[in-house]
Each structure stands twice: as structure tokens, then as C-alpha cells.
């Protein structure tokens, strides 16, 4: 229906009625067992490992995927304890498109005919010193924008500008705000050859306190495109939620998937897709970041420092083989 050109037929083929797929899947198979924030399932489904940086992965799979978490929480709200893993032959290639806002609301992917419903589209603040990203926003399809899957094009809801609130005294340069970036991730199908291979990967968490979390992630690709496998581990000492410690490690081997990153809006779009070495390639990253009034209470503002580090090969999304 949605390849239908209104200027080649009557263009009357519904009402306005909201079309909900209870059992989304690709094949001819869907189960989904689910008990209070846990569930098992064989179907489509997106998988985001988030809340570190070296190890995200944002895809949208068929096959089998399994969220388990603890019924107690923290005093934050989080589960105590958190397992995900998921396993796939996905028959598709994902890409990663990075739109530096150009003050319209109109960005074209590099891809087109692009699979429907396998988009995870967010906005990046990133610092305009370091690159670092300092906020992460996960937009809604129909909330905050819309998408042509056939002809590969977002539309934004509201215009986003390629800089944004900048709380520092001291201006770096005329274009003062932290950069922000539209971050696009999908899937595909080739048009020639098929794609033989697997993804499977999964992470686990836990907080022994209050304040101390560790974790564990860990993800596979193979593929006759690129091949990788990738390795993580961090812990979290948080005081509040303003006032916070985090350390990651992360270990990758081989190339990743296609990225792009585009200044124009997707007219022009310059390849950033990190090579392996055939070597295993390390990372890691600190982060100390302070809410000043809670540790001096006639203080008021914060404070924060980063520093990361990566081996030549290193590749991960939005992290690749530049050593820094």
C-alpha cells in the first residue's frame, strides 16, 4: 500500500484508522512469554544495550531475544539486577547515518527502501571541545518525527539547529553551544546477493547497593560484510543522580558496519566507518561528573571531567580505530 503512486491510482484505500501489529514478525513464527517487566520471545524485535558508551548496539532483529529483570529496585527505581541476550540471522545490514543539525527539519539517509519500523532515531549533544556526547534524547515515530521508509527521508517535527545551550563563561569560538546531532540507525536489504550470517550478544547488570553497579556486555557479528566481536566491562559509583562515577573497558576485533556523518542535512555524507587492524584493539573511559550543591550546599553548579582513550583498530558505534 505504501508503494502506491496517488497519481497512478484513486487514492482512497482506508480510513483513518492506527494499524497496531500485535505479533510483529518477519517470519512465520511469533511467541512472546511475559511476566511483569520480563519476557522471552521469537519475533521481531530492537534490541539497545545503552547506558555505556564503548559497547552500544542498536539493531532491529528477527529472532530470538530474552529481557530479564529483578521485581526489587533500587531507591533510584532501577532493577536490582538485569539480564538481556538476544540471538539472530537478521538477513538485512544495519547503517548508521549522524546528521549535524542544519537548522531545517527535512535529513536524507544515505540508504533508501530502508525496513520498515527498524529505525531507532535520537538526538546527540555532544561537547564542541572534545566531541564527547553529553545528552542523549530516543525520539518517537509520530511524536517527535516522521519517516518515508521507500524514499529514505525524516522529517523532524521541530527544526533542530547544529548547536545548542552552551552553560560555559568562556566561548570557544563566534558558533558558541554544544553541537547536536541527529542519530539515525536501521536496517536494509541489500539489492544484490543475500546475507548469510549471525548476530548474538546480551548484557548483565547488577547493582550491589544503592550506589555500586557492575556490568558485562559482550556482541558478535558475522557477516560476509564485516565481521566483529566486542568485549565490555564497567562499574558505576553513583552518590546521586547529578553526582556520579563511571569506568569502561571495552575490547573489539575486526571492522564494523557502515557509518556516516553528513554537515547538509544528507546531501553530502563522508564515510566514518572504523577498520580493525586484525588485532585485538582496546579502549577504555572515565567519567566523573559533580552536582556542587550536593557536595558544598553554598555552592550552586556542577562540575565534570572525561577522559577516553582508544587503540588503533578500536571500533564500536560512534567510537572508532583513532587512537586518542
Known sequence: ??????????????????????????????????????????????????????????????????????????????????????AAQPGTLPQRDEFLGSGGSAYFLLRQDINQGSEQVAIEIRDEVTDAVIERRQLRDGDDYTIDYVQGVILLHRPLSSSGYDPSAVRSSSLSGNFQYLVVNYEYTPVVGDLDGYSYGGRAQAWLNDHFRIGVTGYQENTSIADQTLLEADVTL???????????????????????????????????????????????RTALFMDLSELFPKIDGSAGILFETRGAGFNSPGHYGIKR
Open 1 to 86: 500500500m505504501r508503494r502506491l503512486d496517488p497519481d497512478d491510482y484513486y487514492p482512497v484505500y482506508g480510513d483513518d484508522s492506527t494499524l497496531i501489529e500485535d505479533a510483529p514478525t518477519s517470519g512465520r513464527f511469533y511467541v512472546r512469554i511475559a511476566r511483569g517487566n520480563s519476557h522471552v520471545m521469537w519475533g521481531n524485535f530492537k534490541t539497545r544495550i545503552d547506558g555505556v558508551e564503548l559497547a552500544r548496539y542498536e539493531r532491529a532483529l528477527y529472532g530470538a531475544e530474552a529481557v530479564l529483570k529483578s521485581e526489587q529496585v533500587t531507591s533510584f527505581g532501577e532493577p536490582v539486577s538485569e539480564v538481556r541476550g538476544f
Open 238 to 284: 553513583r552518590l546521586s543522580e547529578k553526582t556520579y562515577f563511571e569506568f569502561e573497558w571495552a575490547q573489539s576485533e575486526g571492522s564494523n558496519f557502515g557509518t556516516v556523518v553528513s554537515t547538509d542535512g544528507g546531501f553530502i555524507f563522508n564515510s566514518m566507518t572504523g577498520v580493525g587492524t586484525g588485532e585485538p584493539a582496546q579502549a577504555w
